[in-house]
């Protein structure tokens, strides 16, 4: 596709044998005095004849819903595109009518990034992605044999507080072990921990030693960790220290505490409110009172 759209020997309307070359994929204001020709080369030109070549591209049927524009007086056009016009007399004052809006696009384009978006955290921008319970068992038990894995169900993530319940209550669900800040104890010596300082504690669900026959283990183990963590497993590679953090929803790896909500087209419009701007409610704009009045 060329970079220029190439107009040849434009003699519509007033236009006399006008060559002009306009760059595509670029915002471009064509300017002049009245009558000077700026809707003869713009609509009456290029725009007809994109829109032409476009509707000749159809079937018969949907030509006869669409009106075939005249071909315009012009020598050549190169570098065309199906066209979109929009005329300045059809503006609106609806703060909620936009070029998506006007134009018919906005569902269209709402229902792309539904489907085939790729959330990102919104603290640090990584992408982030979720999977299913197999898929996490898959990944596991392509680890190389004799790897020493320990299954965790993060249950607090950079949180302040003292968690004295945390021992009491996974102690009667026949659980030994937690991770507290890096650190794993039995639940009997669970640390007293400060209030005022964030923490991370882990339930130690399993020890794994990778081996050919331990698929069904560390299937219970895992599901067992997403159970507990509402979705969330974690892997400790006992040998390095290497912590790897699997999702079936949507989390980031660095902060899994934020909550991300599930890809659908009303998050994608300013007249929902679980897409709209809290602050202006969709509208671009709010009011204010001037304090100097």
Known sequence: MSEVIRVQGAREHNLKDVNVEIPRDKLVVVTGLSGSGKSSLVFDTIYAEGQRRYVESLSSYARQFLGIMDKPDVDSIDGLSPAISIDQKSTSRNPRSTVATVTEIYDYMRLLYARIGVPHCPVCGKPVHRRTAQAIIDEIMKLPEGSKL?????????????????????????????????????????????????????????????????????????????????????????????????????????????????LEPRLFSFNAPQGACPVCTGLGSRLEIDPDL
């Open 150 to 262: 320990v299954v965790l169900a993060p249950v607090v993530n950079q949180k302040k507080g003292e968690f004295a319940h945390i021992p009491e209550q996974y102690t009667r669900t026949g659980f030994a072990r937690a991770r507290v800040d890096g650190v794993i104890y039995a639940l009997d010596e669970f640390p007293e921990l400060q209030k005022t300082y964030k923490h991370d504690i882990e339930i130690v669900v399993d020890r794994i030693v990778m081996k050919a026959d331990v698929v069904s283990r560390v299937t219970q183990s895992v599901e067992q960790a997403l159970d507990i963590a509402s979705g969330v497993v974690q892997l400790l590679d006992a040998d390095t220290g290497d912590i790897h953090t699997f999702s079936q929803r949507y989390a980031c790896v660095d902060h899994p505490s934020e909550d991300i909500p599930e």
